[in-house]
């Protein structure tokens, strides 16, 4: 059975307008990011035909093929952990990286991006809830992190990013998107220009816009289920 993209994005387009308007904020205050792991390029373009204006990769070498075929029709955000020596083919393509999980990166980035006379946008990504499946920085690292990266002349932490557990009830991880929040705001409360919160996917989205994401992440709601 085909996916009907273009419906799909309409009723997500609509419960992200719900969920901020139940919060009280501006629903353009939330960016869909359209998640096109395992997703070929015919349906990729099908999105943005339909209005997608982000694509959300994890992989570089996927995103190379992709972009190869794809160019700049939409905007490119690297969403998955990247290896250090893999940034240089990753500024090539992605405009901003949500997922910089150490100093270290953050340093090879800055590298990268001097070469090329640029400043790349990039959120920290923070393992809130603890998983030791998933990257990221500690909560209790963060702040050092983003002062450590502000340091760096060309790139700009522009906002923190996480993963929350697989759970069927959204709710279960309310918290979890409401400490990355929290972390955001005594970050800006300390004179930090971190704004962004990336952070909610097809099953919890809901609830992260909710509690604040700027981001949301999606996938499998836009383009059917699909095998990893």
């Given at each position: 059975m085909e996916t009907d993209i273009e419906k799909n994005l309409v009723s997500v387009r609509e419960r992200i307008e719900r969920?901020?308007?139940?919060?009280?904020?501006?629903p353009s205050g939330v960016r869909?990011?359209?998640?096109?792991?395992?997703?070929?390029?015919?349906?990729?373009?099908?999105?943005?035909?339909?209005?997608?204006?982000?694509?959300?990769?994890?992989?570089?070498?996927?995103?190379?093929?992709?972009?190869?075929?794809?160019?700049?029709?939409?905007?490119w955000h690297m969403i998955g952990h990247l290896q250090r020596n893999k940034v240089r083919d990753a500024l090539r393509i992605f405009e901003m990286i949500h997922s910089v999980d150490s100093?270290?990166?953050?340093?090879?980035?800055?590298g990268e991006a001097s070469g090329r006379d640029i400043t790349v946008p990039v959120m920290v990504e923070v393992n809130v809830s603890g998983e030791e499946t998933k990257y990221g920085v500690v909560p209790g690292e963060v702040r050092e992190i983003v002062e450590a990266a502000g340091r760096f002349g060309n790139i700009r932490v522009c906002g923190l990013m996480t993963m929350a557990p697989f759970v069927q009830d959204a709710e279960e991880v309310r918290p979890v998107f409401r400490e990355l929040r929290r972390l955001r705001?005594?970050?800006?409360?300390?004179g930090f220009d971190v704004e962004y919160l990336s952070m909610g996917m097809t099953q919890d989205f809901e609830v992260a816009i909710e509690e604040g994401a700027?981001?949301?992440?999606?996938?499998?709601?836009?383009?059917?289920?699909?095998?990893?």
């Amino acid at each position: 059975m085909e996916t009907d993209i273009e419906k799909n994005l309409v009723s997500v387009r609509e419960r992200i307008e719900r969920a901020a308007l139940r919060s009280g904020r501006d629903p353009s205050g939330v960016r869909l990011v359209a998640v096109t792991k395992t997703v070929g390029v015919d349906l990729i373009n099908r999105a943005i035909d339909a209005g997608v204006g982000i694509i959300g990769e994890n992989r570089v070498k996927d995103a190379k093929e992709k972009f190869g075929k794809i160019g700049a029709r939409a905007g490119w955000h690297m969403i998955g952990h990247l290896q250090r020596n893999k940034v240089r083919d990753a500024l090539r393509i992605f405009e901003m990286i949500h997922s910089v999980d150490s100093l270290r990166l953050a340093r090879a980035i800055d590298g990268e991006a001097s070469g090329r006379d640029i400043t790349v946008p990039v959120m920290v990504e923070v393992n809130v809830s603890g998983e030791e499946t998933k990257y990221g920085v500690v909560p209790g690292e963060v702040r050092e992190i983003v002062e450590a990266a502000g340091r760096f002349g060309n790139i700009r932490v522009c906002g923190l990013m996480t993963m929350a557990p697989f759970v069927q009830d959204a709710e279960e991880v309310r918290p979890v998107f409401r400490e990355l929040r929290r972390l955001r705001d005594a970050l800006r409360r300390s004179g930090f220009d971190v704004e962004y919160l990336s952070m909610g996917m097809t099953q919890d989205f809901e609830v992260a816009i909710e509690e604040g994401a700027t981001h949301v992440r999606i996938g499998s709601a836009i383009f059917g289920p699909r095998k990893y």
